[in-house]
């Protein structure tokens, strides 16, 4: 493997509150983990250099997360910043929990000290961005205890690596759930989803589905926009390339289950061929032998 490759020990490092990968259907850390890391890059992207002048690979492997990669009695505070050293890219699950937590915000502060402010996506799964200092979203029912973006996230970082008191743009994937308007926390999982709306009695049959066909298209989008920061290409062109080599597959999954189907026929024709034989002969050989007892009694 070349060094373009191995720049990085961690292609991710995904920072989150612990409170936020707990509830079913809502596994944010795991899930996002599992997703990047199982995903399958389009074969005409490996190898080619990105926008960073490194060689895309095979996979996105590894991905950093404390609860999977850390034993129970690491040094949690040196191994973290490690892991951070040698970290490509930092995703943030932000909600008001990880606004809560001082180890993601001391994550995040560590990483843009680093000077790595243009690698961090912030991915958005409860609550409102800026919430606590923005006077217009207050003004519409907004609180500050709403906040999703920890503090470190919403200020810029000067070339010495000290925050300022200009606001951050960071690199945002969206997923939480817009009912008409009314965005609410997100799903890791769709039919957790599907199940949560049939719960709700103002939803109809066509709202839920609706909103769930929304929804898969959303957290596919999200899901491509990370990895499209990580590999360091343009969404636009991920997307092309995801559609294109997804449709190529569920082509080749069809053909293997045409040929499945085809090969389950053939037995089931060679199994009823041989029944009729069996058939046949048996009773041939009834009648041989009700013929040879006839004789028998002449």
Known sequence: MSEELVKHQYLAFISYRHADNKQTGRQWATW????????????????QKNARGELIPERIFPIFRDEEELPADADLGNAITRALDNTQLLIVLCSPNAVASTYVADEIDYFKKLGRSDQIIAAMIDGEPNA????????????PEDECFPKPLQYAYDAQGNPTTLLAEPLAADFRVNHDGKLEQGWTSIEAYKQYLKSRTEFSNQDIARYVEQYQAQQKLMLLKIIAGILGVPLGALTKRDQAYQLELAKQKAKRLRQWLSAVAMLAVIAVVAWVFAYIKQQQAIKNEQLAQQQTKI
């Open 32 to 47: 996002l983990h599992q997703a990047i890391e199982t995903y399958e890059i389009p074969k005409d992207l490996v190898g």
């Open 132 to 143: 606590s200092w923005d006077k217009t979203k207050q003004s519409q029912g907004v609180t």
